[in-house]
Each structure stands twice: as C-alpha cells, then as structure tokens.
C-alpha cells in the first residue's frame, strides 16, 4: 500500500515569491494535516481538512492557506515568502475517525533564498 | 508555550539495554498521546500512543507509561537496539477520537550503541 507522498521533495524559491505543495494520502484517508518543522520551532501545526473541510488550523499568518480535494488529495499555499518560511514541510494523513497514529510523508524542505 | 515539552535533547544508551525516553505536558485537556520516531530526511513514524483512560499500553519493544497527575509520560525501549538510533517525538492531542491537531515536543536524539 502506498505511503503518504510529497512532491516536490525540494524547492527553492525566492523571498516575496508564492509555493504550492502538493499531497496524497494514503488511500482511503480522509484527513490530511500539515506540519511546518524548523530547529527552533520543531514541529508547528499548520491546519487540517477532513472531506474537503477545514476542520483545525494553528496559529500562522494568512500566507499560508490550504485545500483539499474531493479525492483527499491536498495542497497547501505560501504567498509572499519570507526568510523564516524555510522549512521542511510536511503533511500526514489518517482515517479521520481515531484510528491511532498520522502517517506522515516525507515533506519538502524549502529554501528561501 | 510550548504545551509538551521534551526536556532531554538527547539520549545515549548502549545496545540490550532499556531507553527511557520522558515527556511532561501542561494541558490537561489532552486525552491521547502518541510516541513518533524520525530519521533524517524522512517523515516521522507512528511508534505506539495511549488514550488517557490507559496508565500503560504495550507494543513489543515499546511501552509508554502515563501518569497523568503529573502530567508525564514516558516511552520504554527494551532492549534497546542500533536500529532504534533516531529522534524521538512524544505528541498529545485533545481532539479525542477525531485526534486533529497535534501538540509536538521539540524531540529527543536516541543514541545506541555496540
């Protein structure tokens, strides 16, 4: 069964430029979640979307904004880049009803150059 | 604020012996726990979590204990092997069964060694 998978795996984008990234979940998941991990930050919540829903979101500026797909699929935006938006990247996905655990995918480091 | 804080940035631990990996939270409305390992340039991996009405869940090598008076759980590796050389995330959520959104401690780096 096919993981969680990311695309692009890196990306390297220039300050006040906008980035799409892109997710598939696992099939048969509903929810997918993302996460902005940095070393002083660690692993920061961005949103989450649960049948095309927004269900959750954490505590970033509106740069950042996300969608889901009616195949579960997901994308999360990034407008007007700063420095501080370099980051890995990465989104999870799970069942939606408790089932234990996110499966994660690999993320995408971003540079902001 | 940080609402799950893993204090111990690293972790050293020779092999066959027992790794205790700690985590305190704030947030007494969190009702699940949950343990991830992560290796370089890949995402985290769901090891074992423990609903809050649970003191102690077991998955092989893995336990995790919660006492939740003070607020502290703890993951149990035994015996401890090279393979399991990695960070370590202890996350919590209050979104019960629908978990949501996940609260991460800033992870700790487990050692192991021959």
């Known amino acids: 069964k096919a993981g969680v998978t990311q695309t692009p795996r890196y990306l390297i984008k220039t300050r006040g430029q906008q980035v799409t990234l892109s997710c598939s979940p696992i099939s048969g998941h509903r929810s997918v979640s993302w996460y902005q991990q940095t070393p002083g930050q660690g692993l920061q919540f961005l949103f989450e979307?649960?049948?095309?829903?927004?269900?959750n979101k954490g505590n970033f500026p509106g740069r950042f904004s996300g969608r889901q797909f009616s195949n579960s699929r997901s994308e999360m935006n990034v407008s007007t880049l700063e420095l501080g938006d370099s980051a890995l990247y990465l989104c999870a996905s799970s069942l939606g009803n408790g089932v234990p655990g996110y499966t994660f995918g690999s993320g995408t480091r971003l540079t902001v150059v | 604020d940080q609402q799950v804080k893993q204090n111990s940035p690293s972790l050293s631990v020779q092999e066959g012996r027992i790794s205790i990996l700690n985590c305190d939270y704030t947030?007494?409305?969190?009702?699940?726990f949950l343990w991830y390992k992560k290796y370089p340039a890949e995402g985290p991996t769901f090891l074992i979590s423990i609903s809050s009405i649970k003191d102690k869940n077991e998955d092989g090598r893995f336990t995790v204990f919660l006492n939740k008076s003070a607020k502290h759980l703890s993951l149990h590796i035994v015996p401890s092997q090279p393979g399991d050389s990695a960070v370590y995330f202890c996350a919590a959520s209050s979104g019960g069964s629908t978990l949501g959104r996940l609260y991460f401690g800033r992870g700790t780096q487990l050692t192991v060694w021959p």
């Open positions: 947030n007494s409305m969190f009702d699940y």
């Open positions: 979307y649960f049948s095309e829903t927004q269900r």
